[in-house]
């Protein structure tokens, strides 16, 4: 199994559209999680991170369930701009695992 | 916020060749940096762990003669792809974390790789 695994995708979505997908992690160890975009051929930027009792920025909104073990991401007010690749990011013993990715495009 | 800077950000040279990539870190110090490589469509892959000062930690399948790595201050670290292949063809990205715990990394650019 996997540690962190991601619905690829392709989410395509109007502009103006909501968008969520989930990421789900294997070690219930892991101690801090984050999303992180990535465009073509770019590094990985840091979106933000995952708080345990959530967390709201602006159109971004991420939750982390322990029990089960998966962090969201929710995108409200999609832009044209939010089309990226999205990388959720767990943290266990200073060890980065990455997903590989959900691919998120929004239309005109 | 933190500021990780990666050079060259992309590189063509002849199988055989062996580059240097560059990593530093701007505005703070990094006792710890990593680096990955991504081939398309996939995750990133944690390749070693730089520590400044002493020798490289590479995960497991990683040719330490091949990829060496150099953490000569708390600001550089370098990966030296010796005796590039066309199979060595990647993106390879570092990244350094700051002080405090379960800080996110902050990536380089990236560098693209290509061997012919």
């Known amino acids: 199994r996997k540690e962190v695994e991601q619905d690829p995708g392709p989410f395509n979505v109007p502009e103006g559209a909501t968008v969520a997908f989930n990421c789900t992690y294997s070690?219930?160890?892991?101690?801090?999680f984050f999303w992180y975009r990535q465009d073509c051929r770019k590094e990985p930027k840091l979106l933000m991170s995952?708080?345990?009792s959530g967390n709201e920025d602006g159109r971004f909104t991420a939750q982390l369930n322990r029990a089960s073990q998966y962090i969201s991401l929710l995108i409200r007010d999609s832009k044209l701009s939010d089309s990226a690749t999205y990388l959720c990011?767990?943290?266990?013993?200073?060890?980065?695992?990455f997903g590989a990715g959900t691919t998120v495009t929004v239309r005109a | 916020g933190a500021v990780v800077s990666q050079h060259p950000s992309w590189v063509i040279c002849k199988s055989g060749t062996s580059v240097k990539i560059e990593c530093r870190s701007l505005d703070f110090q990094a006792t710890t940096m990593f680096w990955y490589r991504q081939f398309p469509k996939q995750s990133l892959m944690l390749m070693a762990t730089?520590?400044?000062?002493?020798?490289?930690?590479?995960e497991q399948g990683v040719e330490k003669d091949k990829f060496l790595i150099n953490h000569a201050s708390l600001t550089l670290s370098t990966l030296t792809v010796t005796s590039a292949h066309p199979e060595d063809s990647s993106f390879y990205i570092c990244?350094?974390?700051?002080?405090?715990?379960?800080?996110?990394?902050?990536f380089g650019d990236g560098t693209r790789l290509s061997i012919l």
């Open positions: 730089s520590n400044e000062g002493s020798k490289a930690t590479y």
């Open positions: 990244s350094a974390t700051g002080q405090g715990d379960n800080q996110p990394q902050h």
């Open positions: 070690n219930s160890a892991s101690q801090s």
């Open positions: 990011v767990v943290n266990t013993y200073y060890k980065l695992s």
């Open positions: 995952v708080y345990s």
